[in-house]
Nanobody, 124 residues
Framework: QVQLVESGGGLVEAGGSLRLSCAAS????????MGWFRQAPGKEREFVAA????????LYADSAKGRSAISRDNAKNTVYLELNSLKPEDTAVYYC?????????????????WGQGTQVTVSS
């Protein structure tokens, strides 16, 4: 199994920034792609960004392009999501997830391990 622990969420004013972290442990050899998703109250979980451990290939949701940056530190088994120019509508629980697939994917079904989530709240 792969264990994922997110951190870095919090309360921030509109226009501010946050850097979320996701530390992976356990059988990380079974993890080829890492993704970030978010779920706002009353809404479905949606894809934000993904990155491969090898080569660092990236994929972003259209809504995340230009305001988000995903990165990874292989030595620390940690993936980061930098959120900039935050808006109140970015308020959500942000989850990281691990996929055994080499291909970058935006569908939650492609990911088989999930963290517990970290709350991001953006005030207006």
């Amino acid at each position: 199994q792969v264990q994922l622990v997110e951190s870095g969420g919090g309360l921030v004013e509109a226009g501010g920034s946050l850097r979320l972290s996701c530390a992976a442990s356990g059988r990380t050899s079974n993890s080829y792609t890492m993704g970030w998703f978010r779920q706002a109250p009353g809404k479905e979980r949606e894809f934000v960004a993904a990155i491969t451990w090898s080569f660092g290939r990236k994929l972003y949701a259209d809504s995340a392009k230009g305001r988000s940056a995903i990165s990874r530190d292989n030595a620390k088994n940690t993936v980061y999501l930098e959120l900039n120019s935050l808006k109140p509508e970015d308020t959500a629980v942000y989850y990281c997830a691990s996929s055994p697939n080499y291909a970058l994917g935006s569908q939650s079904g492609a990911y088989n391990y999930w963290g517990q989530g970290t709350q991001v709240t953006v005030s207006s």
